[in-house]
């Protein structure tokens, strides 16, 4: 008869709280859906037995689409080995899935945030120092050439008519002489 040993005996200690650690926020998110495309939010769990004494303790946090062929969305991380949790904002995670896929995100912005306030709530109550991330600066869409303000370009336009009318007056002042 073979024995089956139990997991910890398998798993090493960050390897274990990381396990623990996503097997607690998804049964605490298993109910949680984001629109259209029911989404439902999962925490990866540890590949393997050892995370190399937590130095590779991430774990993604992202939303699957219960529809075939809608590719995972990151959404952010967690690391119980550095006590730490990510989450991106909508305008983070629209960001990057344009840069991907050149579209729009097309998850509702509602349902997104109320699910990323409710992550936030999780994972501090599990001791994880939570920040949200905006975008990055690089993808953030290039500022086009501002435009001057119509008032600056009123202000333009008046010196240059005021100009010209100086200009045509000396001009006949000098012809009159």
Partial sequence: MAVKPNRAAL???HALKASDLAAAMNEAMKKVRVGPGDYSPELTSPDGPSTGGGIQAMQHLRLISAQP??????????????????????EHVDAINRQRFQRDLGLDRRQYEDFLAFARQLFE???????????????????????????ARSAVAAAVAAAVIVGAAVGAWMMLR
Wanted: cysteine-free; overall charge positive.
């Fill in 11 to 13: 798993q090493t200690f």
């Fill in 69 to 90: 062929g809608q590719p995972a969305i990151v959404v952010g991380h967690a690391n119980h080995a550095a006590g730490t949790a990510e989450l991106r904002t909508y």
């Fill in 125 to 151: 109550s599990l001791h994880l120092r939570t920040t949200v991330a905006g975008p990055p600066s690089e993808l953030l869409p290039a500022a086009a050439p501002s435009e001057p303000p119509r008032r």
